[in-house]
Structures are given as C-alpha cells and as structure tokens.
C-alpha cells in the first residue's frame, strides 16, 4: 500500500463509555490506516466494537461515550488548508496576543525551580496526608470493590426466586460482607490520613524546614522571571500569536472570544512548566487542550491563495483580491474535535455513513426530495433551485425511475431497496471523501442485496471515494472489499488483503469465523458454530481476549496480550501462534481450499 495515499490513519484508539457509574472500554488500542479509493470491510461478531469504531469518524458517539486516548487523522487538503482575514483589526489582536505572550515569556526562565516547588508542596501533602501516588492506589482499590458489588447485585437479578433461593441468600450475604469491607478500606484510608496528620502537627521542624525551602524558592523564581525575553522568543510569540488567531478564526465571535481565552492561558501553564513550545509534537499538545492546531505558513494575498488552490486559473489583480490574508495549515485530528461547528464540516459532507434499516434513517413526514436537497443547502451553500437539480441527478445515479416525478414522494411509497438507494444517494449528495456502510444490506432479501452492493462499488468508481464496510456476512466481504480488519473485544486481532485474510488466515478467531460459513457445510453435518461469549469489556483483559474460547490456546495466551505479527507487508495478526518459538498449528480442515470449495458450492 506503499503507493497509496493514507486518507484516515487511526493510532492507538480507546474508546469508553459510562455506564450506570461503571466504565466499558469499547475500542481498545486499535492503529489502522485506511487509504484512499479502497473498499475496507471490518468484520466481527456483534459487540466486538465495529460500529463504535467508525462512530469515532464522524462524532456520532453516543452522549455517554468519550474517546480516552489515541489519534484519528483525516487527511483532507481543503480542509487542512485555512486562512482568515489579515485586515487592521486582526493585526491589532495578533499584536495584543503577542505581548500578553511576551510576558508569560518570563516565567519560562523559572520553570525548573517552578517544578521544585511543586514537588516540596507535593512532600507536604504526603507528609499531612496521603502522596498523590498514595490517593490514586486508594481509588483505584476503591472504584475495582465498587464494581465487583455492582457484578454480583447484577448477577443476584437474574437468579429465579422460586428454583435459586440458595444462590440469592448466598448473594444476599457476600453482598453485605462487600459492603463491610469497602467501608474498613475507606476507613484504613482516612485513619491513615489522620495518622500523618497527627504526625506532622508533632514534627514542628519539618513545617520549618519547609517554609524556608519555599520561601528561599520563591525569591530565587522571582529572581529568575525578570530576566528580559529575548528577540528570537518574541519572534516565537508573535507566531504562536498568528497561529491563535488562525485557530479560532473559524468560530462564531462568542466561541472565538473563549477559545482564544483558553489558549492564552494553556500557552501560560505551557511556559510556566517550561514546555518546549518550539517543538511541534508539544506544541500541538498545547492547542489541543482547547482546539486543534492550525500551523502558521504565511502571510499571503485573495488572490495568491486563490492561484494556489487553483492553479489552472488566471491571477486575479482587482483591488479585493489583493487583501491580505493569514494563511495557516491544520493536522485533523478527529479525537480532539469537541466543537459542534468542527464537525459540521466533516460529518455529512466529508465522511457520511450508509446505516442499515433505510425507514429509520429517513424521516416519515418530508418528502424524498426534501430530505437529500436540505443536505445539499446545508453542505454545499446553494440556492434551492440547484440543490433540487442536483438531488435529481444524484436520484438518477442511484438507480430511481422518473427521479423527477419521484422527487415530491413520501418514503412510505418508496420499496425497501429503493429506500436504502436514497439514503445513499443522501450520503452521497455532498461527494464525501469517506462512505462508512453499516450493514447496507441487512434488511433487504438477497437479489435486491445484490444490487445496492453493485450500485456501491459502481458510485465508488465514478466518485472516487473510500468505502469502509461494516458487516458480518463474510459473503459480502469476499464480494466487495480489498481490505479486511478483523475486530474482537475491541481489538484488531487479523488485518489484510481479502485474499490474505480469506485464504491465508493466521489467527484462531479468523479461522472460526470463516468456518462459520454455511457454504462450507456438507450434507447431513452440523453448522460449525465459536462456544462461549466474548469477555466482558467492564473489567481489564488479561492475555489474549480470545484465549477462554480459543481451542488452540496457548499458556502464555492467559498471561500476555499478543503483539501484532507480521506476516507480509499487508497481512498482519494478533496471536503468539505467530511467535519463532511457537508450536506449529495448522488451520482447521474445513477451511484449508477455501476457494476450491468455495468454487465448488457455486458451480464457477
């Protein structure tokens, strides 16, 4: 894949949500790149995490779920590129920016004796209390009781009161022992905290000590920030000053006047704990605390941006073209999008999603017509003559007779196939760069399935966009995809060609899924079915996620998650069968010449 552009690259994903007080992790540690004009399918079992997963694309999280760490870059250059007038106004706010930044400048000569006095306030805490390392042991501790109470109530909830009595008067007491012994570690916690207290109120000297370190720190760091800034900082400042601007330059003035608030103070907190704000990793940190980073290039005219954008077209030379502008470039990271008006600009009109049950994604009360033209308005920023042309021809494209004619009909007198080509003629009304499909094909019977996988992969052709599939039906898969990512327990565990994954497989899971299939049944044999349930995705995973199921198991499957292995330079899979050392397993009879059998269930 060396010579294809990587549209979304996605590092080190996890993914939570709230759930009745607990913490479910959804995603966890997924890095994938996805190129552009590919056909990727992610396959698993239902609550593997597929659709949470692509939900991460487009911000369509639920509200209770939240996105803990790692990375999603969307590689778009129009959005990346961003400009915001330079007129005399936006000079003079660059020009207060700038000072108040000069003067956080000083406090960077004092960062290394700043971090001393936070570490002796840090002694002082441990000395009257509890370390920080201390506080952060007891909740942990705390939190892990609180959910083995939760676990056990639930599992108390499902026993029968007639036929279980035993087992919820066993409940009912472990219940109440919990609940004792939670209490006696949060009193061996507070009796803790009252001992050092006592303590320190008995040792006099070290409060003496203490406040005369502080005192001799704190004239040393007054000393140290009246040093003067010099001219290549202020050069740095006036930058990061352009670069403040050009951040929040895309925000209503309300929502501009608290992000650039919030970056002048993160910019403060960056100096004052002496951040290398000269390095770009640390300096994006920085910003995407508040809102992501829009790098400074330069200061450049309408006219000179509009030439590069289009090169093909004549320089303009009128007075309006000749306004100067600040001209920046963004890296867009998705997981730090947390502003609606960021995600009005990829969602819909950059990544859309094709979602399984077309009557639930369409609305009952507009007409077809209305509903892919008021997209096309809101995307696109045209009148609503043209958006109506423009959603008759997409209508056209998809495969609706009389696109004219229908236009101004309900989705009540539209078929189920016909349904599901509007909603992705609505996806594609606004040309997006992604096509995420959730399960496209689920609700409609097989020759019509046959179809709306066809009309896809043809729409892909003349638009040009990456398709990510989500499915189960591993038919489809072979139809449709060139990629594979394999998901279990919210992991990667199998990711490759479709070739590779499909006739080479190397991890347990892929091989118990593809002998699922029922083309693979022979006469009078027992569909192959996986025994067990995936692990529960409330507590940590020890070792691989898919050991307690896996009949090739391995000891150190049960004490050590697998890295990924590489197979080839697209094939790789998460299991230790991979490892030098490991003993040597070949995959299950019914799936070795897969694509003979394969050949041979369909007469080809």
Request: charged share 30%.
């Amino acid at each position: 894949m060396e010579n294809k552009k990587t549209i979304l690259s996605i590092k080190d994903l996890y993914v939570k949500f709230r759930v009745r007080g607990r913490i479910l992790t959804a995603i966890r540690g997924i890095s994938l790149d996805i190129y552009e004009n590919e056909t990727i399918a992610i396959v698993g079992e239902s609550g593997s995490g597929k659709s949470v997963f692509t939900k991460t694309f487009a911000g369509m999280l639920d509200t209770n779920g939240f996105i803990d760490q790692g990375s999603i870059i969307f590689n778009d250059e129009e959005l990346s590129d961003t400009v915001v007038a330079y007129d005399d106004s936006a000079k003079r706010l660059v020009a207060a920016f700038a000072e108040k930044l000069n003067e956080y400048s000083h406090l960077e000569f004092g960062a290394d004796i700043y971090k001393e006095m936070l570490e002796l306030d840090a002694q002082k805490r441990a000395k009257n209390g509890l370390s920080d390392e201390e506080e952060a042991e007891f909740k942990k501790n705390l939190k892990a009781m609180k959910d083995d109470r939760i676990n056990l109530f639930n599992l108390k909830q499902t026993y029968d009161p007639k036929q279980e009595k035993d087992k919820i008067k066993e409940a009912s007491a472990r219940l109440k022992e919990m609940e004792a012994e939670y209490k006696a570690y949060e009193k061996k916690r507070d009796d803790l905290k009252k001992e050092r207290k006592n303590a320190a109120e008995q040792d006099p000297e070290f409060m003496r000590q203490y406040h005369e370190k502080k005192a001799a720190l704190k004239a040393k760091y007054d000393e140290a920030i009246k040093q003067a800034v010099s001219e290549e900082t202020k050069e740095r400042n006036l930058v990061l000053a352009k670069e403040i601007l050009l951040s929040s330059g895309r925000f209503s003035l309300r929502k501009r006047r608290k992000c650039i608030k919030g970056l002048l103070e993160a910019l403060r907190k960056a100096m004052e704990m002496g951040v290398d704000l000269n390095n770009e990793s640390e300096r994006n940190q920085v910003f995407d605390a508040v809102t992501f980073r829009v790098k400074f290039l330069n200061e450049i005219t309408v006219a000179e941006h509009e030439k590069l954008l289009h090169p093909d077209q004549p320089l303009r030379t009128d007075e309006k073209s000749q306004k100067m502008l600040l001209h920046g470039y963004c890296i867009l990271n998705l997981a730090s999008f947390n502003d609606a008006t960021d995600w009005m600009q990829v969602r819909g009109a950059k990544i859309a999603t094709v979602f399984q049950d077309p009557m639930t994604s369409l609305n009952p009360i507009l007409t077809i017509g209305k509903q892919i033209s008021s997209i096309i308005m809101k995307h696109q920023h045209c009148s609503e003559n043209d958006a109506r042309l423009r959603a008759i021809e997409i209508m056209g494209k998809v495969g609706i007779p009389n696109p004219e004619q229908r236009f101004d009909d309900y989705p009540f007198q539209y078929s189920g196939g016909m349904r599901q080509r509007i909603v992705i003629a609505i996806a594609l009304s606004c040309q997006p760069k992604i096509l995420i499909c959730d399960e496209p094909t689920t609700a409609l019977d097989v020759t019509i399935q046959a179809q709306i996988l066809q009309l896809i992969k043809d729409l892909q052709k003349e638009f040009n966009f990456t398709t990510v599939f989500i499915t189960h039906d591993l038919g489809v898969v072979a139809n449709v995809a060139d990629r594979v990512a394999v998901l279990y327990a919210g992991q990667v565990i199998e990711v490759g060609t479709v070739e590779e994954v499909f006739y080479d497989p190397k991890h347990p899971y892929t091989w118990a899924l593809l002998s699922s299939l029922p083309q693979l049944a022979t006469k009078n044999a027992k569909l192959y079915s996986i025994t067990g349930t995936p692990p529960s995705l409330y507590n940590a995973i020890v070792g691989d996620a898919f050991a307690p199921r896996n009949p090739y198991c391995l000891k150190v499957d049960t004490l050590a998650e697998p890295p990924m292995f590489k197979v080839t330079d697209t094939h790789y899979a998460r299991t230790w069968l991979l490892h030098p050392d490991a003993p040597k397993v070949d995959k299950p009879e019914i799936i070795q010449d897969i694509h003979e059998k394969l050949l041979k269930t369909y007469n080809l």
